[in-house]
């Protein structure tokens, strides 16, 4: 599919997410590896490049895979950083220390939206998302080749994620940022006209009246507070035949007397 299909019937594009790669530079164990490559699976990323890897392939990374062992089996290594992100149009560095030296800093959120949008600019360039070693994340040298420097907004006395769950933070914006979120789901709600709430309130009168609640001599302001409670509620047909019901059946003055409305 051509990424520059405009996207019509917002419905989110997985190309997208085929563009973002995931880079883990110096990874020193295995089971992160595993574990990053799984993260990325279940959000639809597919591209990973390991830049010199301490343990790779590995029968700890595959075990933590858990099923992304395809996406494992298929990352690119490399040698260098540079090697990794050569066909980039933009690098996105993760740290979980802000380091004093001036890089553009940017959350995890508005880096995926950065990220999503260069991943449908039009051409075919790639997004790369560059994460750190385990012990000692990223040189500062290889945050200089990363035109944005992402942190995922943390405890700031204990700031560091582990790699695999850096990853999935990261994986799990770039979905959503690409369309995926899911709209909260609510049925459609249509409120009944003006005169069937008037019907409401005319009935719920009689009613009070009735049962002895209101006196009518000393009305005070219940059925203000009645009228706005339940234009608050905006009852649907359905729930208005259950009011009207409930008002025909409490009716003091019996099935005779009852309104027929
Ligand atoms: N001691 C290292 C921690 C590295 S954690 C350091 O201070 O940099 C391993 C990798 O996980 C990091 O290099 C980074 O890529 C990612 N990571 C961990 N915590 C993160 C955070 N809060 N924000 C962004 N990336 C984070």
Request: with cysteine.
């Amino acid at each position: 599919m051509s990424q520059a299909e405009p996207n019509r019937d917002n419905v989110p594009d997985p190309a997208i997410l085929g563009r973002i790669r995931i880079v883990l530079v110096g990874a020193q164990h295995p089971g992160n590896i595993g574990a990053a490559a799984r993260a990325m699976k279940v959000m639809g990323l597919s591209d990973l490049a390991l830049v010199a890897p301490e343990r790779y392939p590995d029968a700890e990374a595959t075990a933590r895979a858990s099923g992304a062992d395809d996406l494992l089996m298929a990352a690119a290594v490399h040698d260098t950083l540079d090697s990794a992100i050569a066909d980039c149009a933009l690098a996105i560095g993760t740290s979980a220390r802000s380091r004093r030296t001036e890089w553009p800093l940017i959350d995890a959120r508005n880096a995926a939206l950065r990220a999503v949008e260069q991943a449908t600019a039009g051409n075919d360039a790639r997004v790369a998302i560059v994460f750190g070693r385990e012990r000692s994340g990223l040189l500062n040298e290889e945050l200089d080749r990363c035109q944005l420097h992402l942190q995922v907004p943390t405890n700031p006395d204990y700031s560091s994620l582990n790699l695999a769950a850096a990853v999935q933070v990261v994986a799990y914006e770039l979905r959503v940022a690409t369309g995926f979120g899911i709209a909260a789901t609510t049925t459609p709600h249509e409120p009944v006209a003006a005169g069937d709430m008037e019907g409401l309130y005319q009935h719920l009168h009689e009613v009070l009246v009735a049962s002895g609640f209101l006196d009518p001599q000393k009305p005070r302001i219940l059925m203000r507070r009645l009228r706005r409670l339940f234009s608050r509620a905006a009852p649907d047909r359905i729930e208005m035949n259950i009011l009207r019901g409930m008002l025909r059946s409490l009716d003091p003055r019996g099935e005779t007397n009852r309104r027929r409305s």
